[in-house]
């Protein structure tokens, strides 16, 4: 197929009027490490769950505020919590449970923004309480 020279031109003009659309920047990277499970060496303590939120590529003027919460299987959940990440990145992040409210299942980090996803999960255990 060819162009004639005129419509070669009319191309040109259309595309030297028509603003290209701004390139959307690329959220922030999330990720959820070390996520450990401990139970307590007194038998029927907390369990206590670990973990580091690891953060970087925020867009400029973007706060770096990340949403997460624990939760655990049974449909449990720990409150909402909101963290502001400083210059490393790395904020390291904990929860408790009872273990008069569970005894095993599994627990892990639920990110709701500046992304959408849960980290892997962990067990927890203690046939003792």
Wanted: hydrophobic share 45%; net charge positive.
């Amino acid at each position: 197929m060819r162009f004639s020279a005129s419509a070669a031109s009319l191309a040109l003009a259309i595309a030297a009027i028509v603003p290209l659309a701004p390139a959307v920047a690329a959220g922030p990277t999330v990720t959820v490490q070390n996520v450990e499970s401990r139970n307590s060496i007194n038998g029927c303590g907390l369990f206590r769950f670990d973990a580091d939120i690891v953060t970087s590529n925020w867009p400029p003027g973007m706060p770096h505020v990340v949403k997460y919460h624990w939760a655990r299987s049974g449909n449990h959940a720990w409150r909402m919590r909101t963290i502001t990440m400083d210059a490393s990145g790395r904020r390291h992040v904990r929860a408790e449970l009872n273990p008069l409210e569970a005894t095993r299942g599994f627990a892990w980090v639920h990110v709701y923004s500046p992304v959408n996803f849960r980290s892997p999960r962990v067990g927890f255990s203690n046939s003792e309480c």
